[in-house]
């Protein structure tokens, strides 16, 4: 698990979670969980990365909101009861965070799953997706992709911290790109 590092969720977070799930519900709960891991890994990553003069506030923030989208899609298992296929979490988080006057943090929403999504795998796989590349670009960016691949949202193991060689093993099943990509991370960021 993620070093235990205190973090201080700066109020407007909450704010922002609070306006789309309920307190206490279980995508609530499972949300918050997830966000609070990813953003301890994150926070661990940007410590090492000092050199690379990562905005930690921002990494903060952006960690803790990059799934505020899953309240929008069909999760049952994660309490989620929307109508749109989970694959969409990035589209809609990024939607809700540049409503609300965050598009830096709605860039992170879009550009988080696994390594990213690149336009040609989007239209390969026939993903309900804009056709753009949906990758990091930015240094907060992939060190928050980085480190949401360490968690799931699956209630069973909401607390396990993958290794690199499981991350790297399963995102090489979507093309040997992806595992490679996040091998040269994990290098990068320390971890292997």
Known sequence: MAK??????????????DKYYERGSPS???????SILVTRKALQVAERMKRLHP????????SMLHDIGICKTNAPGLGCHGKDPYITHIIHGR???EKEGYPKHGLVCERHTGVGLPK???IKQGFPLPKRDMVPTTTEERIVSYADSFYSKD?????????????????????????????RWAKEFGDA
């Open 4 to 17: 235990n590092i205190d973090i201080q969720i700066p109020s407007f977070v909450f704010g922002l979670i």
């Open 28 to 34: 609530y709960r499972i949300l918050l969980t997830h």
């Open 55 to 62: 905005d930690i506030p921002f990494i903060l923030e952006a």
């Open 95 to 97: 939607k809700m965070l």
């Open 120 to 122: 040609a795998y989007i």
């Open 155 to 183: 209630p069973s193991c909401l607390f396990h911290e993958k290794s690199v060689e499981e991350i790297a093993a399963f995102l090489s099943q979507f093309g040997a790109r992806f595992g490679k990509t996040f091998l």
